[in-house]
Every structure is written in structure tokens, then in C-alpha cells.
Nanobody, 115 residues
């Protein structure tokens, strides 16, 4: 499974961005998917996860009410809609897919929120 993120960039505080994660390869093996982020000098943290069918989601407390995770299995793509962005949301955002025997990661996309 290969994962490619897109949609990152520079945005002012209060703005919005939509990240995408396109999966290819043995996508039939993908179960849950999620978004993680890593800010400079900090550990990678979970942002949001979504079940295989998309019916179950969970969010970090820091993004609840502002971010929305979704997936389109027909397109093998997962999304993260980020609204009301804050400078503390600045990080590299990574796509993660849980397979039958291993986890898969994308290369990451930079999100920078200016104050």
C-alpha cells in the first residue's frame, strides 16, 4: 500500500485547509485510517481516525469541533477538513493506514498556520 498526502500549505489563523490521502496498491487490505501530525521538537500525535466503513470516527481533543475526517473508499482516498486553524496546528501531517499485517505511512504534508 502506498499513501500520498496533498493539500498542505500556508494559511492564516482562522482559515481552512483540506488534506487528502490517496491510497494505491493493495487497498483492499486497509482497515482503519488516520491522520497524525508532528510539530518541530514534538512527538508525532494522533489527530483523527476513521473506521473502514467511515461510520466511526475519533478526534484528539485539541481538534474536536474544528477538524472533520472522512473517506471515500470508491476513490481510495481519505480527507481531513481543517477549519478555524490555529498557529498551534502547524505541523507535518501524516496519513496512516492500518493493514492486515502492518501499518502504512505517507510522506507527510506541511501545514503552516500564521498568526
Amino acid at each position: 500500500v502506498q499513501l500520498v498526502e496533498s493539500g498542505g500549505g500556508l494559511v492564516q489563523a482562522g482559515g481552512s485547509l483540506r488534506l487528502s490521502c490517496a491510497a494505491s496498491g493493495s487497498t483492499f487490505s486497509i482497515k482503519a485510517m488516520g491522520w497524525y501530525r508532528q510539530a518541530p521538537g514534538k512527538q508525532r500525535e494522533l489527530v483523527a481516525v476513521i473506521s473502514r466503513g467511515g461510520g466511526s470516527t475519533n478526534y484528539a481533543d485539541s481538534v474536536k469541533g474544528r477538524f472533520t475526517i472522512s473517506r471515500d473508499n470508491a476513490k481510495d482516498t481519505m480527507y481531513l477538513q481543517m477549519n478555524s486553524l490555529k498557529p498551534e496546528d502547524t505541523a507535518v501531517y501524516y496519513c496512516n493506514a492500518l493493514g492486515t499485517t502492518q501499518d502504512y505511512w505517507g510522506q507527510g504534508t506541511q501545514v503552516t498556520v500564521s498568526s
